[in-house]
């Protein structure tokens, strides 16, 4: 994930999210996320201001606490839950909104 930080590109870091989001249906990208904590990781991008990247991170994070144990994990980040309702909030963005109030009632 250190080669993404290096990007500044909004297409290239929210497609790269976009991407994530389809590894971690896998049972090995389930497994992935969670050795490399990709909640965190993805914590950091859901506080970008860019639109297209906030809204690709709260879609990940959505797809990535389907399972309990995600979901545990996630409710202990920092800034997490309190992102979510803000972006929940967001009425110039449906996505973001429905991706952050699917995940908001699990981490409150």
């Known amino acids: 994930m250190d080669i993404l930080d290096e990007r500044t590109e909004t297409e290239v870091v929210s497609k ?3 991407c994530l989001t389809l590894l971690t ?3 090995a990208g389930e497994q992935m996320a969670q050795d ?3 909640l965190e990781i993805l914590n950091r991008y859901l506080h970008d201001e860019r639109p297209e990247v906030h809204t690709s991170a709260a ?3 959505m797809y990535c606490t389907v399972k309990t144990k995600a979901k545990i994990t ?3 980040i920092d800034g997490l839950a309190k992102r979510l309702l803000d972006l929940c909030q967001n009425s ?4 973001t909104q429905i991706y952050a109030i699917k995940l908001k009632p699990y981490l409150v």
């Open 92 to 95: 110039l963005n449906s996505s």
């Open 74 to 76: 996630a409710s202990k």
């Open 25 to 27: 249906f896998t049972r």
């Open 36 to 38: 490399i904590n990709l």
């Open 59 to 61: 879609s990940t994070i």
């Open 16 to 18: 790269t999210l976009d």
